[in-house]
């Protein structure tokens, strides 16, 4: 059976993704990949969990549903915000929109594993 990281670094391999964290909906980091200072991966979790959580009070205020994936693009990257079942959120950081599509594939293909080797599934 894979590990976190292992599973995490399949989106290492998509062209232009740097580093990817898995945390907790409460923000504390489980696990990271990638080329990045510890900091960095904390901010991702931290600020990752935010994010989330505000789009889906948002959702709710709209009755447009649940969150199924939250996108920040900037001038100089792409952050993808996805959750992984109730308790976790994967958030993975890119050079551009391009890898945006593999990106979502790589999760949608991995989330039961990741739920396994979280424990919840």
């Known amino acids: 059976m894979a590990s976190l990281r292992e599973a995490l670094s399949r989106l290492l391999v998509i062209p232009g993704v740097r580093a990817a964290a898995l945390a907790g909906r409460e923000g504390l980091l489980i ?4 080329r990045a200072d510890h ?8 600020l990752g969990a935010s ?5 889906d009070a948002l959702g709710q205020e709209a009755s447009a549903g649940a969150t199924v994936a939250t996108i920040l ?11 992984a079942g109730e308790f976790a ?5 890119a050079e551009n929109a391009s890898s945006l599509a ?3 594939h ?16």
């Open 106 to 121: 790589t999760l949608a293909s991995s989330q039961e594993e990741l739920l396994r080797l979280l424990d919840l599934r």
């Open 51 to 55: 994010v989330l959580s505000s789009a």
């Open 31 to 34: 696990e990271t990949a990638g």
């Open 89 to 93: 959120i994967v958030i993975t950081l």
């Open 73 to 83: 693009e900037y001038d100089g990257a792409l952050v993808s915000i996805d959750p």
């Open 39 to 46: 900091r960095l991966y904390e901010a991702l979790a931290a």
């Open 102 to 104: 593999r990106v979502r």
